[in-house]
């Protein structure tokens, strides 16, 4: 029997933003079917997909792009007043405005106080740029002090990074591979280790990290970064310690049992959670893969519910509806 859900990359698009990011989303609208609607309801018809998906409780975040601080506020306070409409149901993470790091910490402050909010989605960089310099210190510290978890999502590459993905193809295919059919998990990935070798996980030990998409490449290459990341410093805590103490990954919108498969060799249990990745991805098919998990014998029941809800619950201080 398929446990409670909790699903934790889940997107939606902010009246504040309304189509100024719709040229970026091209691929995916032509691709995906009534998604610009999808992404604007905060409502009835998001509730009535997550029954489709048998969702408990989706933790809402803004979509990649919006990045001001004024553009984040707003769209946090329209997360929020859909929340209060279902309290049971949704639950948000912060948009931030990652070129702003102060800002970010003072919204972080805000919504995590004043509305509940269980942490922060934010791009992995800006125009370019990772946050792993010492002006985002006051960032990386307010989410350990509000002891919140940081989710680290793909985003649109900048000008300087385009030409990477460009070639004798498409310009479709080019979009793609800048996105989600590369680029955006091997961005993710490489912002990761870029936090550990600039040392940020021994100047707050108690960060916590969760990226999607099976861990955006990390733990197929996870031995590998274990043994050459010892040329990358002299930090005190190891890569396979902060990997196990510091980062969590989620399945979202990944729907095979091959990279579990390997997740589940070298990550431990209580750090892998469900997500859908909506609504780019349809909470359906991920209701079938945890179907398909189940009956696969690859986990015993109480892990199968701990990676359905158990652990969102732990980590995020919520409470799926049974």
């Known amino acids: 029997m398929v446990p409670p859900l909790i699903t934790l990359e889940e997107h939606f698009f902010s009246t504040a933003v309304g189509s100024a990011l719709n040229d970026s989303y091209t691929e995916q609208f032509k691709a995906i079917p009534g998604l610009q609607e999808q992404l604007t309801d905060l409502d009835q018809r998001r509730l009535g997909d997550m029954e489709k998906g048998k969702v408990s409780l989706q933790v809402v975040s803004h979509a990649p792009g919006a990045s ?12 929020a007043s859909a929340i209060k409409k279902n309290p049971s149901r949704l639950a948000g993470f912060a948009v931030l405005p990652v070129a702003q790091p102060e800002e ?3 919204e972080l402050e805000r919504m995590v106080k004043q509305y509940g909010f269980v ?16 002006e985002y210190d006051v960032m990386w510290r307010k989410f350990e002090e509000l002891d919140v978890p940081c989710y680290i999502h793909p985003t649109w590459p900048s000008d300087d990074m385009k ?3 460009t070639g004798n193809f498409t310009a479709g295919a080019a979009k793609s591979l ?3 059919g590369w680029g955006w998990h091997n ?22 990290i969760i990226i999607g998409h099976f861990g955006e490449m990390i733990p197929f290459m996870l031995q590998r970064i274990e043994k050459l990341s010892v040329r990358w410093g002299d930090q005190k805590r190891k890569w396979r310690q902060v990997y196990d103490e510091n980062i969590w990954i989620t399945t979202s919108g990944c729907w095979s049992l091959d990279p579990m498969r390997c997740i589940l060799s070298n990550t431990k249990i209580d750090h892998i959670l469900y997500s859908v990745d909506y609504p780019f991805e349809k909470n359906e098919n991920g209701l079938k893969w945890v179907e398909d998990l189940e009956q696969s014998g690859l986990v015993t029941q109480e892990q199968l519910e701990m990676i359905a809800y158990g652990n969102s619950e732990k980590l995020l201080r919520v409470k799926a509806p049974r």
Do not use: M, W
Request: aromatic share 12%; glycine share 12%.
């Open 119 to 134: 942490g922060a989605l934010i791009d992995c960089h800006y125009q370019g740029k990772y946050f792993d310099g010492d």
């Open 187 to 208: 961005e993710v990935g490489l912002h990761t280790l870029r936090l550990f070798a600039s040392g940020k996980f021994d100047k707050f030990p108690k960060l916590k």
């Open 104 to 106: 970010c910490a003072k």
């Open 178 to 180: 800048g996105a989600s």
């Open 163 to 165: 030409p990477r993905y």
């Open 68 to 79: 001001g601080p004024a553009e984040c506020k707003a769209a946090n306070d329209q997360l």
